[in-house]
């Protein structure tokens, strides 16, 4: 049973960079992508990009492109997120979640998530 | 504003049965499957429907998805205090070339 573990809370002040972390523990760790996904207060949910921890592979949704750049440390089961150019409207909750795909039948899901990174930006 | 288009809220009494909609294009529901999370307050989603249709293990079976061209709907069944949290709708776009979710609804039991 795979569990993301992320790392604790960050205050940033604008145009700074932020870099939140995502363990996996339990389970196969390079098989499965890792996704991010983003949470503003009080709204829904948004993709931001993924990695294969296996190959390094990364692509990153179009609005985020040049500002996000995803990492991982295999040794230690560890992928990582760094935004960068914060602004007010980057405050939220980050999330870390695995891409599974099952054994067959095609389809891919989010499942396990990492308990949350909130990030505020502020001066 | 979301790629995919949900209700802002729904609402049923005890043993009631709740559907919430999301709509989509031929991008991203009409040709890829859906998958429903659910979020309480303060937590992480939670993956409650996947492919369309499935449940994860420990999903009660009162949650049950379904899907009809570029829609899917989630019923939730014999409604329970429990219930209350937001849902969201999540499905590859081909277009976009990435993962689009609704804007989330929440669910009250009276």
């Known amino acids: 049973q795979v569990q993301l573990v992320q790392s604790g809370a960050e205050v940033k002040k604008p145009g700074a960079s932020v870099k939140v972390s995502c363990k996996a523990s339990?389970?196969?760790?390079?098989?499965?992508?890792i996704n991010w996904v983003r949470q503003a207060p009080g709204q829904g949910l948004e993709s931001m990009g993924w990695?294969?921890?296996?190959?390094?592979?990364?692509a990153s949704a179009q609005k985020f492109l040049g500002r996000v750049t995803m990492t991982r440390n295999t040794s230690i089961r560890t992928v990582y997120m760094e935004l960068s150019g914060l602004r007010s409207e980057d405050t939220a909750v980050y999330y870390c979640a695995r891409m599974d795909y099952g054994d067959n039948g095609g389809g891919k899901w989010f499942d396990p998530w990492g308990q949350g990174t909130l990030v505020t930006v502020s001066s | 504003q979301s790629v995919l288009t949900q209700p802002p809220s729904a609402s049923g009494t005890p043993g009631q049965r709740v559907t919430i909609s999301c709509s989509g294009s031929?991008?991203?529901?009409?040709?890829?499957?859906v998958n429903w999370y659910q979020q309480f307050p303060g937590t992480a989603p939670k993956l409650l429907v996947y492919?369309?249709?499935q449940r994860p293990s420990g999903v009660p079976d009162r949650f049950s998805g379904s899907k009809s061209g570029t829609s899917v709907s989630l019923a939730i069944s014999g409604l329970r205090s429990e219930d209350e949290a937001d849902y969201y709708c999540?499905?590859?776009?081909?277009?976009?070339?990435?993962?689009?979710f609704g804007g989330g609804t929440k669910v009250t039991v009276l």
């Open positions: 339990g389970d196969t760790f390079s098989n499965f992508d």
């Open positions: 999540a499905a590859w776009d081909d277009s976009l070339r990435g993962w689009v």
């Open positions: 492919r369309n249709i």
């Open positions: 031929g991008s991203n529901i009409g040709s890829n499957y």
């Open positions: 990695m294969n921890p296996n190959s390094g592979n990364a």
